[in-house]
């Protein structure tokens, strides 16, 4: 049975945020997104080592990516967390223009040592340390246009009303 939505929100981050008038299977899966992307409470050093990470570690993507893993997927780098004591970073990455995105990802671990040494030549004057990271997969995008296609497909079978008409 369809619960109808209410209220329907995509924020700039990816992350959707329904209001049901029941709960429902789809409002569970995007309290998991939202719980898998909660921003962590940082301190202010935290987040700019995060973002001294994520633009560096975008320009070494930029500039090694090509012999690691070809020049026909587009990475990009969408989040990096910081451990509170700046010795781990986990960096979000969002693969494009494959279909194979996990070997992408693969790929780049195997060349974590060129990846690492790279950053490092990039963050040596500004970080004293630099962080041990770990690669993630970022499907945000993914979930986000999967979402969409099933509203899509909602509004061709007539189980939602177009907007601006009101149930009765």
Known sequence: MF???????IRPSGLAFAR??????LLLQLT??????????????????????KRNF?????????????????VTVTSVQVSPDLSLAKIYLSVWNTENKQAV???????????RSSLASRLKRQIRRIP??????????DEMYRVDRMFDQLYRDGQMPEEGEEES
């Open 3 to 9: 619960t109808p939505l209410t209220f329907v929100d």
């Open 20 to 25: 049901l008038e029941k709960p429902d299977s």
């Open 32 to 53: 998991e997104q939202y719980k898998r992307y909660s921003p962590i409470m940082q301190s202010k050093r935290q987040g700019q080592v995060a973002e001294l990470i």
């Open 58 to 74: 975008s320009q070494v993507l930029q500039g090694e990516g090509s012999y690691i893993y070809g020049v026909e997927p587009l």
């Open 105 to 115: 990802l693969l790929q780049l671990e195997e060349e974590y040592g060129r990846l």
């Open 132 to 141: 041990e990271f770990n690669l993630f997969m970022d499907d945000t995008l």
